[in-house]
């Protein structure tokens, strides 16, 4: 089972300031990754943002690299054995 490698964004703040960035409203930045725009706005302003939201976020708005390697990382958590 391979590592997954290290999440775009560690905190609340880089990811607001990433979306801020990109001119996106937390609406269009937030429903890309199945979370409503309440939801994104409690993330954003400090509440703790679940591993699986933060992978979502890698996957979707990570450079090209960053978001295969998490793929194939979750994917062979899928082809692993089990024990």
């Known amino acids: 089972m391979s ?3 290290n999440l775009q964004f560690a905190t609340a703040e880089e990811i607001r300031e990433f979306r801020q960035r990109r001119g996106l409203n937390q609406s ?4 890309r990754v199945g ?3 309440s ?11 679940p591993k699986p939201v933060r992978i979502l976020l ?3 708005y990570a450079t ?6 998490t793929v194939s ?3 062979s ?4 054995p089990k024990t």
């Open 73 to 75: 990382a979750l994917r």
């Open 77 to 80: 958590w899928k082809e692993a």
């Open 35 to 37: 979370v409503t725009q």
């Open 3 to 5: 590592k997954l490698p």
């Open 39 to 49: 939801g994104g706005s409690r993330y954003e302003s400090g509440r703790n943002v």
């Open 58 to 60: 890698t996957v979707t």
């Open 64 to 69: 090209d690299g960053q978001s295969e390697k």
């Open 28 to 31: 269009v930045f937030w429903s």
